[in-house]
């Protein structure tokens, strides 16, 4: 298998179609989650469940795809070195961006510790990067460790409650006014119920 850290120094979005996303989101998602762990200060390890995927042009002549729901993107935001952990108000992502040309990134949905599953990607704020005092010089030590993990299929399916945009930024809604929901399928997860 892949490492992780490999896949999305390596990645490179420009050009492709949806379709062609899909395919190396998987492949990245694999070596998330059944490749490797976040060890947390020496102490206790974080292994990946669940995630999504996000990707947004910002080069219409490279790509037209766009993810309108992404919160760190246009140009007034500095683009992320590739492995950032960007923490926001839905969790933590994992960036892999291209300066100019897109933002991509995935959010942990679901991760493991110890034997607990935790299923808000919003405890992993406080569960990766905790409470330290950092400016005391003790801050949190996390370090991703390559490691084949027991694998079994992939399972995918679209992005949980994220709404759908046309190709201008203008959110969907039905004939009846009911708003619309993204359906790429950019959710990787571990089919198994450990």
Sequence with gaps: MKNLSALL????????????????FEEIAKAAIFGGHFCVNNDYNIYIHEVEFYFHSENESESTVHDWAMYHRGSDVDYFPIGSLHPHNSGIDVTFEREGSYRASFLIRKYRIGNDIIKSPTYLREDLIGYTGCILGDGPCIEWIDEEIDSTSLSNAPRIN????????????DEQGKKLYDSRPWRFFRPDKL
Excluded: H, I
């Excluded at 994220?162 to 809604?173: E, Q, R, W």
């Design 162 to 173: 994220l709404s759908a945009y046309d190709a201008n930024g203008k959110l969907l809604f």
């Design 9 to 24: 120094k390596r990645f490179d979005g420009r050009g492709l179609s949806e379709n062609q996303l899909t395919v190396k």
